[in-house]
C-alpha cells in the first residue's frame, strides 16, 4: 500500500512540474516588433571562365550523350573572380563559389547556386547567396537572393544580371550584377 501511495505521489508532482508555464518565450502583452530591415545595393562583375591555363570554372559531370544540341546535365564547379569594373584589371572584391548545372533540353539554361564571398570594402567577411534559375541566352534576367551570411544575415532580394562579354566558343563570360538585398 505505502509503495503505490509513494508512487501516486510522484505522478501528481511530475504532472504539476510538467505543466509549469513557461515565461518569457511568447506573451499576449507584449507584441512582436521585427527588427528593422536594411536595403544594399550593390553592383559588380562576374568573370567566368572556362578555358586557358587557369580556368576559374570547370566540367565535373557530363553526360554520355552527342545528340544534345546544348549541354544539358552538364555540372560546372565555379570560383569565379567579383570586380568593381568589367575589365579583368580591375579591382577584385571578393569570389563566387558553387555550382551551374545545365538544366534546359532546348534552351541553355542552368541551375545556379552560387555563395558571393566579399573580401575586402565594407562588406568584407560577408557573402549572399543566390539559387535560381538562370536562362543565359537572354541578355537581361533574374536570379533570387535566398541568404547571406556576415552583414547580410537573413536576407534575402534579387539580382538583375546583364550580359556584358561572352566568347561562346571558349565559353569565357563577364557578366554585371546589380543586386537588391534585404537584410537585418
Known amino acids: ?42 553592383h559588380f562583375f562576374l568573370h567566368d571562365t572556362m578555358s586557358g591555363k587557369d580556368p576559374s570554372a570547370v566540367t ?3 553526360p554520355n550523350a552527342t545528340t544534345i544540341s546544348v549541354p544539358f546535365g552538364e555540372v560546372i564547379v565555379a570560383n569565379d573572380p567579383l570586380t568593381v569594373g568589367p575589365d579583368t584589371t580591375s579591382e577584385v572584391i571578393g569570389n563566387a563559389q558553387g555550382l551551374w548545372v545545365s538544366t534546359g533540353r532546348d534552351v541553355l539554361t542552368l541551375m545556379v547556386y552560387l555563395d558571393f564571398g566579399f573580401t575586402k570594402g565594407e562588406f568584407d567577411g560577408s557573402s549572399i547567396s543566390m539559387f535560381s534559375r538562370n536562362l543565359i541566352t537572354e541578355t537581361k534576367r533574374e536570379l533570387a537572393v535566398v541568404g547571406g551570411r556576415g552583414k547580410f544575415r537573413m536576407a534575402k532580394g534579387f539580382a538583375q544580371l546583364k ?22
Open 163 to 184: 550580359t556584358y562579354f561572352r566568347n561562346s566558343t571558349l565559353r569565357n563570360s563577364i557578366v554585371e550584377y546589380k543586386v537588391t538585398v534585404i537584410h537585418y
Open 1 to 42: 500500500m505505502e509503495k503505490s501511495l509513494v508512487s501516486a505521489w510522484i505522478l501528481v508532482l511530475s504532472s504539476a512540474m510538467a505543466m509549469a508555464p513557461c515565461h518569457g518565450y511568447y506573451s499576449d502583452s507584449k507584441p512582436y516588433v521585427p527588427a528593422p530591415q536594411k536595403v544594399t545595393r550593390l
Open 60 to 62: 565535373v559531370a557530363r
